[in-house]
């Protein structure tokens, strides 16, 4: 949350108070994957339907024991998928799981290697769940005539990589996720490769919607003290954002004026 409470994140006709989005895996347990989220502020939680709990199996412990949806916003994703029919398939058992839940992550992988998305898969896959009525946040390239497609299909919000899942990166191409800002009319959420606060301060200060992180929190030495690093840079990222930066200068320009001076 930011200091104005009338600058909510809206997707899909909804408005949530924090920007700052996390996952729920890789953590040493559930009661570290509870207290990073809070410590995190964050509004929206996202989980892998194919690796983590939520009643698939009344056996195992499950995950909205420690992160019930009366708390948050759970976001089924598609993690593991690399086909457009099996992350529509995927998405529909979230739906049937969380009582007919419409908001959705979608990713389409391409490899296994360097997870990168695979664009006309995800092209399908979109346009199918749209069609079953779901509010479909869509992980892709840094692409923005992808971005734009994806838009045109209905996505409520496109999030493109801003290095590859899990490498802690950082944001290699700040001009094309620049280029997706300014040529999308849905929220722009960066997903992937945040490795750091600055990172995430970085994607806010170029106009980002959001940021959603995993590993860059699970992957800490200390998950719960970075989580609440990260929901301080995406808050500054955001002020800073709206404050508006001060120009670059090739010259010096000093701190105090010239004029009126004593001597």
């Known amino acids: 949350m930011t200091g104005n409470d009338d600058d909510l994140l809206t997707i899909a006709g909804k408005q949530y108070p924090s920007r700052l989005l996390v996952g729920s895996g890789k953590y040493r347990d559930l009661e570290q994957t509870r207290a990073a989220t809070l410590a995190a502020g964050a509004s929206i939680i996202t989980v892998a339907i194919r690796r983590v709990n939520i009643g698939q199996d009344p056996h195992a412990p499950n995950l909205l024991d420690v992160v019930p949806p009366s708390e948050f916003t759970i976001l089924p994703n598609t993690a593991g998928c690399y086909t457009a029919k099996d992350a529509v398939y995927t998405l529909q058992l979230a739906r049937e799981l969380l009582n007919g839940h419409k ?20 092209l399908v896959a979109a346009r199918e769940l ?44 700040p001009w094309n996720l620049s280029l997706i800002i300014e040529g999308t009319n849905v929220p722009v959420l960066v997903d992937a490769g945040v490795g750091t606060a600055s990172d995430a301060a970085i ?61």
């Open 103 to 122: 908001l959705v992550k979608l990713e389409v992988l391409g490899d296994e290697k360097t997870l990168f998305p695979n664009m006309p898969e995800t």
């Open 130 to 173: 749209v069609k079953d009525g779901f509010d479909v946040m869509v992980y892709c390239s840094d692409d923005p005539i992808q971005a734009r497609m994806l838009e045109d299909i209905g996505c409520v919000a496109v999030m493109p990589l801003a290095s590859l899942i899990g490498s802690g990166m950082g944001i290699l191409n």
């Open 203 to 263: 994607a806010m200060e170029l106009g980002c919607d959001g940021v959603l992180m995993n590993t860059a929190i699970a992957g800490a030495r200390d998950p719960v003290r970075m989580a609440r690093a990260m929901r301080l840079a995406v808050e500054a990222g955001r002020e800073a954002y709206l404050a508006g930066r001060m120009p670059r200068r090739f010259a010096a320009s000093p701190s105090s004026p010239m004029a009126g001076r004593l001597a």
